[in-house]
């Protein structure tokens, strides 16, 4: 399908008409948050358009909104409804007068947290991430633990902490203990880490009591987004046993501005990576006609240098199953919920999604151009995390990005 935009984009654009992220922006002659959609280097306000042009008004309801959630709340058949709407208002020249002075150029707004983010669930689907952690964490036990390859294991996060794009991490204080240690001390983190993740954002809610089977998750993941799941290694290898991660992630985790839609990946889809371990019927995704691998390319920047390219289609498991996982006890989800793949590790040197893993503990620390090196974050350091994927027509579908830069612990 070629699609052309009267708006003229070019080829190369990762915000081209296949793609059409939601945002939430305010300019700065125009403080209420509103609904945007990223088009080329522009924002459009689509209430705006929608008023313009003359929608259902139920419709522009859900869009005349300071967040993404009434939109994620409607459910599949309304979010196709408004993407056609989009696309039609962007391609037909028809509608040009009414579109073109509802758009902003990107530079000139501010991005906010685009959805008010409801309960936050972290997994840990990429194998390679797991066996590095296994190996760094619990050194003589074996790597993966046995119940890895039998379900995808989570944690409930903290959704309060969750932070959009370009928000400071103040660095976290906490107990830190060192294997050599007889006993913890308190003071700021020393060895604060970044995880590159995916995150998928719910829309249609279920209800208590039901779950969401394997070929339901288009029907209740309204899009995609990128996430640092900021991690102070020294606090967390202390804290975690025996339940888990607590304030060593909870004290900031980032979201990119742009929610890509589920329809804009199409052409990303793949086949997982083979499973060596049966999975239980739940989870058995094998003969899927389409299963939900994703071959998003990410890249992580260090103070605006490449230090890995994680591949998300390398995932043992799919957001599909870590949906179906997390609902199979009944448990509800509800417009706005997040859930995160996990740290994106892949195979190679220079593919890890986490800096303990890429130095090796510190063992191997990344060089800068500037001369330094990190073994972990430094205050003033700046991490941004980048993704694309395949659009149609050879198109490239973008994510935009999610940065944060490290701030001084507060006394
Ligand atoms: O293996 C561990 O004990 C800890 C693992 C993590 O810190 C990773 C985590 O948050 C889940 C993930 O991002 O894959
Ligand atoms: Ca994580
Ligand atoms: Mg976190």
Known sequence: MTTASWLDLPADSLFGIHNLPYGVFT?????????????????????????TVGVDPELTDLLDATTLNPLLGAGRPVWTQVRALLTEWLTDPAFRSAVEPELTPRQDVSLHLPFQVGDYVDFYASEHHAANLGRLF????????????HLPIGYHGRSGTVVVSGTPVVRPQGQRKAPADAVPNFGPSRRLDIEAEVGFVV????????????????????????????????????????????????????????????????????APPARDVEPLPYLDD?????????????????????????????????????LTHMTVNGASVRPGDLFASGTVSGPDRGTEGALIELTWNGERPVALPD????????????????????????????????SGRVLPARG
């Open 203 to 270: 829309g249609a809610p279920t209800e208590l009591g039901d779950s969401v089977p394997l070929d339901g998750f288009a029907d209740h993941v309204f899009g995609v987004c990128l996430v640092n799941d900021w991690s102070a290694r020294d606090i967390q290898a202390w804290e975690y046993v025996p339940l888990g991660p607590f304030l060593g992630k909870s004290f900031a985790t980032s979201v990119s501005p742009w929610v890509v839609p589920l329809e804009a990946l199409r052409q990303a889809r793949v």
């Open 27 to 51: 300019t700065p002659d125009d403080p209420r948050p509103r609904i945007g959609v990223a088009v080329g280097e522009q924002v459009l306000n689509v209430a705006a358009v929608a008023n």
């Open 286 to 322: 094998r003969d899927a006609k389409e299963p939900w691998g994703l071959d998003l390319s990410l890249e992580v920047r260090l103070n605006g240098t490449v230090v890995s390219r994680p591949p998300f289609a390398a995932m043992y498991w799919t957001a599909a199953q870590q």
């Open 371 to 402: 001369g330094t090196t990190r073994s972990f974050l430094e205050d003033g350091d700046e991490v941004t995390i980048t993704a694309t994927a395949p659009g149609p027509d050879g198109s490239v579908i973008g994510f935009g990005e999610v």
């Open 138 to 149: 619990r050194p003589g036990s074996e790597p993966l633990t046995p119940n890895w390859k």
